[in-house]
């Protein structure tokens, strides 16, 4: 397999998070039951949060701990140290995104109690009157 094959399976973890994110958003706005569309929204929240974790990866690179007196003899060679900044931001997406999924599903009791259904047609038709 040359050139081109050959660049898209070496990347194939890439094709995996763009397929999760479109089976997640694809539940988003198919689905009219409200816990589904939170499923898919959290699908398609963890593929951007793997594809992020994998393009911050470095192989053979070591981990950002350095010695203060070897830093300040020698500098540091960047290339050889992995990045920790993409991984801290997605720990925080984590944070975000577990958050945001309580709210949602106490609305989403909330919406329950009021309507009876978490089906959106249900619930707009019974706004509607």
């Known amino acids: 397999m040359g050139g081109f094959g050959a660049e898209i399976v070496?990347?194939?973890n890439y094709?995996?998070?763009v397929l999760l994110m479109m089976i997640g958003f694809y539940a988003m706005i198919a689905k009219r039951n409200?816990?589904?569309?939170?499923?898919?929204m959290n699908i398609f929240q963890t593929a951007i949060i793997l594809m992020f974790v994998s393009a911050g990866v470095k192989h053979g690179a070591a981990i950002p701990i350095?010695?203060?007196h070897e830093v300040l003899e020698h500098g540091v060679h960047a290339a050889s140290v992995v990045n920790p900044l993409p991984h801290v931001l997605m720990l925080t997406a984590i944070v975000v995104s577990v958050s945001v999924t309580g709210v949602a599903l106490a609305?989403?009791?909330r919406i329950y109690r009021r309507y009876g259904t978490l089906e959106e047609d249900e619930i707009l038709e019974k706004i509607g009157e």
């Open 15 to 17: 094709w995996i998070y």
């Open 10 to 12: 070496a990347k194939y």
């Open 34 to 40: 409200l816990v589904k569309k939170l499923l898919g």
């Open 66 to 68: 350095l010695d203060k």
């Open 107 to 109: 609305i989403m009791q």
